[in-house]
């Protein structure tokens, strides 16, 4: 069974960072995505980054372009956001995903809060 861990979030100041962990257990696919959104209350959930596991590539929603930094350890099947000048509407709960590019299934985590206020 497929299991996703995030840890990290926290209460942090505007300017501050974070860096958000996620733990994959379970998963055996070679063929795989891994991805961090975000969801505030009475909102859709928000992708925000993306990294595929083949080619290593990147992307970023646009409002984080330049502040958050996904990456990965194979070694140890984590994912992290490192999340730079955070902003007040960076407030929400980050959730985790993998999608096994084979089958499209798609797997998620708990989600952690991150709070960015004064």
């Known amino acids: 069974q497929v299991q996703l861990v995030e840890s990290g979030g926290g209460l942090v100041q505007p300017g501050d960072s974070l860096r958000l962990s996620c733990a994959v257990s379970g998963f055996t696919s070679h063929y795989y995505s891994l991805a961090w959104y975000r969801q505030v209350p009475g909102k859709e959930r928000e992708g925000v980054s993306c990294?595929?596991?083949?080619?290593?590539?990147?992307s970023y929603t646009d409002s984080v372009k330049g502040r958050f930094t996904i990456s990965r350890d194979n070694a140890k099947n984590t994912v992290f956001l490192q999340m730079s000048s955070l902003k007040p509407e960076d407030t929400a709960v980050y959730y985790c995903n993998i999608r096994d590019l084979v089958t499209m299934t798609i797997s998620w985590g708990q989600g952690t809060q991150v709070t960015v206020s004064s």
């Open positions: 990294i595929s596991k083949s080619d290593g590539i990147k």
